[in-house]
Structures are given as C-alpha cells and as structure tokens.
C-alpha cells in the first residue's frame, strides 16, 4: 500500500532513495519523503505532498547528504494529504521513521504519549510510533531496544523502519503483518518493502517473517524473531526485468501491460500443458494425492482477483462437477466458515502480500482444509511462502494499478486447474484435448483481438460525458461483466456496474435511458438467444447499447446498437478473450477524460492493511 526505503552505506545514498521511491510509486503516490543523517550528524527531513517528482524538486533545489537514511511514499490512511501528515515523523531530532501499515490502538498511545508531553504535528497512526520510541530513547535504551519495546506495545500491522542521530549507523526495522525485505550489498545494506526498489542495487535478499526485528548496518545484519530469539535469515537472490518497469514507446503502463498479454499467456503457460494435455505435475510435487480428494473447492479473494475467482466457479462445476465456492476475503475472514471435510482452499492475489486474503489463509490452515493452494504472481511473498503448493502467474511486474495482465493470467492458471479437477471427475479427454488446443492458439487471438484497439478507442469516446454505465453478460462473462465495470470506474471515475443480464427487469432496467450507455459481452454460446432478449429491453427504454460479440453472430448495427465484432473463441476461453477488449475501452475512455491512467486517486497497488 505504501512504499519503504533505507540505506546504510559508505557513500552519499539521497539518490538511492529517491529512485527506489520511483519504483514503488506505483504502491503509493500521495505523499513521500525522506530522512538522512547528514555529514554532521544532524536528522535531515524532506517532504512533499503528491507525487514523487515533487520531493525529487526540492531535493534538487536543496540537496542533502549523508550514509544513513529511509524514504517513504505513501498511501494515505490516517489523515489527509498534506506535508504534516507525510513519511518520515520524527520526534524532535533524535529519531524519524517511516511506517506502512495500521496501528490499532494509536488513540490510547496518542493519549499516553500527549501526557508525557509529546505534541503530535500529523493526524496519523505512525506518529504514534516515533514518540513511542523516542520515550525509550529519553530513558536510555538503544536504537534497538528502543524500536524492540515500542513494538511490543503496538496493536495491528506494520513495517516500520527507524534512524536516530544518535546511532547515525544504523536502521532498525521490523514487520508484523506488513512486507519487509533486506536487501544485502558490498560494504552497504538496504530495507524495503519490495525487492523492486532495490534491484538497482542488488539482487540479495532476505526476507522478513511475521515478528522479526533487524539491526541493519552498512557491514552486518542481525536479527531476532517474535519471541527475540536471535536467528539466522537465510538470502535469496531476486532477478527483476527492467523492462518490466519501464513504459517503452507505450503512453502508459497499463497500455503496455495490456499488450504484453499475449506474451504473458505464452509465458504462464509454458511447462504446463503438452499438445493435447495439461501437465499435473507443473502445480507442483505432491499435489496430485491432494487433487485425488478433492471434494469440493473455497476460493478466496479480493477486487479484480475476485472476479477471477467466479469466472473459475463456472469452469470447476462445469468440468469437474464438484460445488465450488467463491468468497470475498475481508468477508471470509470475520465469519464462522462451514466447509465440506475435503475441500481445498485456493487465493488468488496478485501482490501476495494482500492483508484480507493473507488473513483468510491464515483462518483457513486453522479451519481443516484439505490443503491450500495459492496463484500469485511474487514468488517471494507471504502468500507463496505460508501456502502449501503455490502456482506462479508468470505476469512479471505489474506497476499500473488496475490490473490487466495479471488477472489475464489467473484465468489462464484457474483454468488449467479446473481442468485437472475434470480430469478426476466429469470431464473427459476429449474435453481436455479440445481446451488444451484452444489454449495453444490463445496468444495468437488475443494478438487479433489488440487489432481492434482502434475501433475501440473510437467507441471509448462516446463514454467521455457520461455519468454513469451497464455492464451485462451471462454465464461465465457475468464476472467479466463486473471485471469490465470496474476497470471502468477505477481509471476514468464513471460510475459503473455489472449485472447478469437476467437480471435486468429485477432491478437495473429502471435506471436505464438516452444517457447510460450499456455496454454487453456476447460470445456464441448458449445463452446467446436469452442475452439478446435482454438487450433487446435495453433498447426499448432507449438506452444505447455497445456490443462485443462474436463475428457471425445476429448482432447487427443499427441506431443506438453499436457492434464491435471479435473472432471466433472457444466457449471455455471466452472470458479471457472478452476481458481484453473491456479492459481497452476502459483504457481509451480514461484517455479521453485525461484522468491519471496509471495511479488513478484513492487507490494503491497493493492493499496490504485492512
């Protein structure tokens, strides 16, 4: 949700803070600062509200220099967006800290510290945390001990990292609920709340678990776990593509994003399937005697995920014939759950490091599922590592917040697994064989289907002054109807929703007129006749209709009916294929209305608090 950085070195590091700042901006891009202990030893703070180019400014107007510091971006929670209210808080000039996360109890805290004479300048939770610590400092404790006894007192989540003037060597920092990663260098050590903010710089890292607390210096890395028992973290080296954090000749990252689909399914689905099979044992060892037992399947997750999710509902009963329950994580997780005796736990998330669905698999190993199983696109993260088989969505790094690419690939990834559910019950292997197939083809539709970015991008205009919009499908694209809706008001703010297209007299057919566009997803299935049916209540109330529908179909163009023609797609990808071309008219109508494609407001990449 917001983005840390920290060094120690032997050399001046501003300049590694502000372009690991860059490439988390995507986390987080409200507000972002830094503090450095300068060549005299003294705390130097620098913030600015808004975007990272702003800090990078008055950095350059008033440059600072230093060995040790820790830079934030943030996502705002607590407080609204001003200077007072950004990363770093300090207390007094003895100590700043940077937080991402959410402390519980701030208000009794705020309350103990007022009357020991602390004054709070930010309405945020993580202010709490500096005078927390700098009253362990006053009393005569360490940096180390400092940050160990305030953590102890906090209620919630959080990864914090801390410097003082007076330990100018080193940062504490620790997590609890919240990412954090060390990164290792020559001479030289980095935190982070995501290796893409150091890969600039190295490629070793060692990744924080729940509870740990680290003393990071330029030549050493101790650490302590929960119970503060000194432990060994064992490191990992981490290969980021640059490309993959770089826009190219695209005037967006979501742009780009959304054409590198057809190279992200190649990608996804390497390894995984043969000329007319999906190979079982790509999910991993072991996980072939968990699928024998499969009774019935729990998917859980959040936002885009969730609509993945329920697209996979009408696979697994479909092909494998068992019941299949789809849930929204921060729903799941504060509920008593009932479920069959075998029954297998799935999350999906992008990030992996998503607060609701972590917490959810978390209630889940307590609650006697069969095994869990997660798709996620970070292999290093709590998710992968707290799951027992994980399957990797190959998407590469996704850096615009509506996400395309990766939910692209959870659909490939969920049908796979649908399959291989199938396999050991209703399915057959014609069945099999003939998705496999289709799957095989899939890179080079969904190429074709990108050839319709113009005529799409021309559609996209007529959405520039409306207000509001209808999404409608039926069957397994009543999700990606939801999918379409929401891309659509993340990135060009028009209120707009999806709706299974029977649904329409029971509710949403009254809001419909002249000016709320309804836009409806028509592949050639056997709902087809019953969607017509429905459009055709649309255009009685003179509502203006935007169909995607298969070439061939009767769809035919004709005042307020406007037909954007695909390409023949197998039933069971049709989903994947018609997520595209919603995912480019959202892209273009955000384009038309100028809005900030890539960072629209109030929302962050990775929700990692509640």
């Known amino acids: 949700m917001c983005g840390i950085v920290g060094v120690v070195a032997g050399r001046n590091i501003p300049s590694i803070l502000l372009q690991g700042l860059q490439r988390l901006e995507y986390r987080g891009y409200d507000s972002s600062g830094v503090a450095v202990i300068d060549e005299d030893g003294a705390l130097q703070v620098c913030r600015r509200p808004g975007k990272v180019q702003n800090l990078l400014q008055a950095m350059e107007d008033e440059p600072i220099r230093g060995q040790t510091g820790i830079a934030h971006t943030r996502w705002a929670t607590h407080g609204i967006v001003n200077e007072a209210n950004s990363h770093p808080h300090s207390s007094g000039q003895r100590v700043s800290l940077v937080h991402n996360g959410i402390i519980e109890n701030h208000n009794a805290l705020r309350d103990e510290l007022k009357a020991a004479d602390y004054i709070f300048a930010s309405d945020t939770d993580s202010e709490v945390v500096v005078h927390l610590v700098d009253s362990y400092l006053e009393a005569g404790q360490t940096l180390l001990d400092s940050v160990r006894l305030a953590i102890k007192r906090l209620e919630g989540a959080f990864a914090i990292a801390v410097v003082s ?109 043969g000329k007319n099979s999906v190979l079982e044992e790509s999910l991993g060892l072991g996980i072939s005697a968990v699928l024998d037992e499969v009774e019935t399947v729990t998917i859980v997750a ?32 504060y509920r008593k759950v009932a479920h069959a005796k075998k ?6 998330s992008q990030s992996g490091e998503t607060a609701d669905t972590l917490a959810a698999l978390r209630k889940a190993k307590e609650s006697g599922f069969l095994a869990t199983l997660t798709f996620c696109n970070v292999a290093t993260s709590s998710i992968v ?65 990108l050839g319709l970015d113009d005529a799409i991008a021309a559609e996209a205009e007529r959405f520039v002054d409306k207000d509001h919009s209808l999404f409608l499908g039926r069957g397994s694209l009543f999700p990606i109807a939801m999918e379409g809706a929401l891309k659509l008001k993340e990135i060009s703010y028009i209120h707009a929703e999806g709706y299974a297209a029977g649904e329409l007299k029971h509710g949403p057919l009254a809001l419909v007129d002249e000016k709320m566009p309804v836009v409806a997803v028509a592949p050639n299935d ?12 649309v255009r009685a109330r003179g509502g203006e209709l935007l169909v995607f529908a298969e070439v061939g179909s009767s769809f035919k163009s004709e005042p307020g009916v406007r037909i954007v023609s695909l390409p023949a797609v197998d039933t069971f990808l049709a989903p994947i294929a018609y997520t595209i071309v919603l995912q480019l008219l959202a892209y273009h109508v955000a384009v038309h209305k100028g809005t900030d494609v890539d960072q629209p407001r109030n929302l962050a990449k990775s929700v990692t608090v509640e």
């Open 165 to 273: 003037p007076l330990f100018p060597d080193q940062i504490v920092a620790a997590r609890l609920g919240c990412p954090l990663v060390v990164g290792k260098g020559i001479d030289e050590n980095y935190v982070a709340s995501d290796v893409l903010a150091l890969n600039a710089v190295t490629d070793r890292f060692i990744f924080l678990e729940e509870g740990d607390l680290v003393d990071v210096k330029a030549d050493s890395l101790d650490f302590w776990n929960i119970d503060d028992e000194s432990v060994v973290r064992a490191s990992v080296e981490v290969q980021v593509g640059v490309a993959d954090i770089e826009r190219g000749n695209y005037r967006h990252f979501m742009q780009k994003e959304i054409f590198q689909q057809p190279q992200v399914v190649i990608d996804t689905l390497e390894g995984r399937i």
């Open 343 to 348: 029954s297998l736990f799935v999350t999906l």
């Open 385 to 449: 590592r707290e799951s027992d088989f994980s399957f990797m969505l190959h998407a590469g790094t996704e850096v615009g917040v509506a996400s395309t690419k990766a939910f692209t690939a959870q659909l490939v990834d969920l049908l796979l697994l649908s399959i291989l559910l199938g396999r050991r019950n209703a399915d057959s292997p014609d069945k099999e064989q003939q998705i496999v197939e289709a799957l095989h083809n899939l890179p080079s539709l969904i190429e074709s289907i």
């Open 526 to 537: 056997e709902l087809l006749e019953k969607l017509e049916s429905n459009l055709h209540e």
């Open 302 to 333: 959040c936002g885009t995920s969730f609509y993945a999710a329920s697209v996979a509902r009408y696979w697994i009963e479909e092909l494998a014939g068992i019941p299949c329950q789809v849930e929204i994580a921060s729903e799941f997780r």
